[in-house]
């Protein structure tokens, strides 16, 4: 499992040892009983063995070790211990509830952890008949019991299910880059391919010309040349096509990524065209607020806004997350401003006031056509 699934299994250890409070009622009770000495000590020796065998179970699961072949035995334990409290003083019913979740809880897959709950449940029932408890008191006990189970059931199908959808997503970004590495070598070889097919040639025919035809050989090597300078020039065209990034597209992906996150998207966008250089480094902002967005904030609403004047263009992101009261600039922030101060730009960063984060990028303008700005809800 992942960090998520490990510390929701310590916080489960930590909530599993706080529904032990319960028991401190029926420990007094039999403490301060009318029964033999012998007797009180025998049952409050099983009830805290029964507290021991529960707590070492939770500890195991909580630090990732495999119980699927020591749940079984325990739970025999457990439910043997509760069966004697139980047969001992029928209030004592109750206890049967850890059993329960103790199964459902259980390293097993689905089924058998449901398999393993029900079992539990039914030699419950069973003693709850032999004993002769009211049946006006099952809802709350059994009816607990049931709940509990079907709790960590349900948790435990939560945690798998996340951590499927985390390796899924990691699996997906994979892929992702593997396309785009082949669709890189595609282009690569598309551009050069020919290019150095011909260069190969020509410079095979000039070798071969020689001195025999010193004109010949001259064009030849001349358009080597011309074919090497051109091949440079595609391939940097190439280079800076990769790594020129569109704000429309940005604007997209920004959509898209937070809405996977769960949050709540509002972006309101420039319907006119941008020189290159600003849109790109807005884009660039815009990427690198949004990653900040997903990785630290713990947002649940996200606002971005491209703005337009006469000489200058903004574009902001406001969430409403925790912030960042104090924190140094990170790498893609220092990133981003010596980006954002190559175009003679200013970038603010920091907390809002009334909570959350806000970023801010604003680009003079030179010969930019003109455009208005439109409002769309993701």
Known sequence: MDEYASRGRRWGLVFAAGYLVFLVQPAYHELTSSQPPATRALVLGALGAFVAAYVWYWL????????????????VLLCGIATGLTLHEAGLLGVFTYCVVVAGASSWDRRKASALLLAVLALAFALAMLLGVPSDTWPYILGSSLLAGASMLGIGFLLETNFELRQAREEVGRLAVAEERLRFARDLHDLLGHSLSVIVLKSE???????????????EIRDVERVAREALREVREAVAGYR???L?????SARATLGAAGID??????????????????AWALREGVTNVIRHSRA?????????????????LLDDGVGCDGCDDGNGLRGLRE????????????????????????LPLRGAPRGAATATPA
């Open 265 to 282: 998207t509002r972006l309101q966008s420039l319907s006119g065209a941008l020189p290159t250089p600003v849109d790109s480094t807005l």
């Open 339 to 362: 980006r954002v101060a190559s175009r003679d730009g200013t970038l603010d960063a920091g907390p809002r006031p009334e909570g959350g984060f806000r970023l801010a990028v604003s």
């Open 300 to 316: 649940r609403r996200a606002d971005v806004r491209v703005v337009r004047a006469d000489d200058h263009v903004e574009l902001e």
């Open 205 to 219: 025919l000039a070798a071969r010309l020689g001195a025999a035809d010193p004109e010949r050989t001259a064009q």
């Open 244 to 246: 020129q990034l569109s």
């Open 60 to 75: 195991n699961l909580a630090f990732e070790r495999d119980m699927r072949r020591e749940t079984v035995v325990l739970l």
């Open 248 to 252: 429309s597209q940005e604007l997209e």
